[in-house]
T-cell receptor
């Protein structure tokens, strides 16, 4: 059974600081790993999807890396803004998505 | 372009009542999923479907049933609601990049309270 862990559970940073969010998974036999953003009371918005054959994926200020052999993915958010405040979820896809519990980020103005 | 639409968005049930949650997607996706989200526990898979007419159990299927009679719709039923089923329910759909390799898109959720 795939187990996904996200550390830390919560993070508070001043505006402008870079964010580093960690995701680990126990079964490396995945097709891809997907990062999502969730705002309070809202649904999930897909941020980045990294295929198992890729090492990283970038979109604007977001960069996600994947090390399948060690079971780790990291989401980097550069120059954080108050609008980045949300919960970030990672999901390992081994035919079904298995989610971590998320990292709740607060960016202070 | 609606994407994934869930109906209803909110519902309050009494213990023992039944209800059906509807998920509809207009992206012609093969796969559909039902998750529940509880505080501090992330999303847990209830049931999923890999195509019209097929369903399979996920991590927490007890107390729920599903049906996928049409490719675009995935129904989640609660036969006899219990307070433990108070949760936020999310539906997702995904397309098949290749066998098993998919990208998922989520609905906005249904907030269910069982009293």
């Amino acid at each position: 059974k795939q187990e996904v862990t996200q550390i830390p559970a919560a993070l508070s940073v001043p505006e402008g600081e870079n964010l580093v969010l960690n995701c680990s998974f126990t079964d490396s036999a995945i097709y891809n790993l997907q990062w999502f953003r969730q705002d309070p009371g809202k649904g999930l918005t897909s941020l980045l999807l990294i295929q198992s054959s890729q090492r990283e994926q970038t979109s604007g200020r977001l960069n996600a890396s994947l090390d399948k052999s060690s079971g780790r993915s990291t989401l980097y958010i550069a120059a954080s803004q108050p609008g980045d405040s949300a919960t970030y979820l990672c999901a390992a896809n081994d035919y079904k998505l298995s989610f971590g519990a998320g990292t709740t980020v607060t960016v202070r103005a | 372009n609606a994407g994934v639409t869930q109906t209803p968005k909110f519902r309050v049930l009494k213990t023992g009542q039944s209800m059906t949650l509807l998920c509809a997607q207009d992206m012609n996706h093969e796969y559909m999923y039902w998750y529940r989200q509880d505080p501090g526990m992330g999303l847990r898979l209830i049931h999923y479907s890999v195509g019209e007419g097929t369903t399979a159990k996920g991590e927490v299927p007890d107390g729920y049933n599903v049906s996928r009679l049409k490719k675009q719709n995935f129904l989640l039923g609660l036969e006899s609601a219990a307070p433990s089923q108070t949760s936020v329910y999310f539906c997702a759909s995904s397309y098949k990049l290749e066998a098993g390799n998919t990208e998922a898109f989520f609905g906005q959720g249904t907030r269910l309270t069982v009293v």
